[in-house]
T-cell receptor
Framework: GAVVSQHPSRVICKSGTSVKIECRSL??????MFWYRQFPKQSLMLMAT?????????EQGVEKDKFLINHASLTLSTLTVTSAHPEDSSFYIC????????????FGPGTRLTVT | AQSVTQLDSHVSVSEGTPVLLRCNYS??????LFWYVQHPNKGLQLLLK??????LVKGINGFEAEFKKSETSFHLTKPSAHMSDAAEYFC??????????FGTGTSLTVIP
């Protein structure tokens, strides 16, 4: 149980275009989802926290107009990178927390974004 | 405030020898502690977690960790390294599960 999927696993897009990444909890309802970014050989950096039905909370330094997060249902959150630039190329990982489980997050497999 | 320090950015061991990956934490409250493993270009897999129950925690693939409050440590160990253990390991501290604080990671190399 507690499986989180991400789609796509890899995406290449041209500079200036937008790309959407989906994060789904497959067998549980995720009241809270988290989006992380990971640069090569570095740790995960929390970008934002999203609760179902409400606006996401962004970490300091993360542009909310550039990284649009939607958590429209208890099983789906999306991250849209708008007007992507090469410096947005990174590994994006989502995680989900089950309602009532205060301490654990379940991580997706990640999405490799390359902006050319 | 919460934080995690992974004391070694890189550890190299021979196959069949013990593994020790060190983690120290700082937390204002009773923390939950986790170890995750990440293989290249993959997501994170939970190895084990401590959530205020037994201080010696056993995880998957023969890994275990001991929560030592007096030393604010949560070191990860394995008696005998396997080639498939080569990966990046992250120590994580959380209070209430609302935010995970990641260490900078330890890259484990296993020498045949």
């Amino acid at each position: 149980g507690a499986v989180v999927s991400q789609h796509p696993s890899r995406v290449i897009c041209k500079s200036g275009t937008s790309v959407k990444i989906e994060c789904r909890s497959l067998d549980f309802q995720a009241t809270t989802m988290f989006w992380y970014r990971q640069f090569p050989k570095q740790s995960l950096m929390l970008m934002a926290t999203s609760n179902e039905g409400s606006k996401a909370t962004y970490e300091q330094g993360v542009e909310k107009d550039k990284f649009l997060i939607n958590h429209a249902s208890l099983t789906l959150s999306t991250l849209t990178v708008t007007s992507a630039h090469p410096e947005d190329s990174s590994f994006y990982i989502c995680s989900a927390r089950q309602g009532g489980e205060a301490y654990e997050q379940y991580f997706g497999p990640g999405t490799r974004l390359t902006v050319t | 405030a919460q934080s995690v320090t992974q004391l070694d950015s890189h550890v190299s061991v021979s196959e069949g020898t013990p593994v020790l990956l060190r983690c120290n934490y700082s937390s204002s409250y009773s923390p939950s502690l986790f170890w995750y493993v990440q293989h290249p270009n993959k997501g994170l897999q939970l190895l084990l977690k401590y959530t205020s129950a037994a201080t010696l925690v056993k995880g998957i693939n023969g890994f275990e960790a001991e929560f030592k409050k007096s030393e604010t440590s949560f070191h990860l160990t394995k008696p005998s390294a396997h080639m498939s253990d080569a990966a990046e390991y992250f120590c994580v501290v959380s209070v209430g599960g609302n935010q995970f604080y990641f260490g900078t990671g330890t890259s484990l190399t296993v020498i045949p």
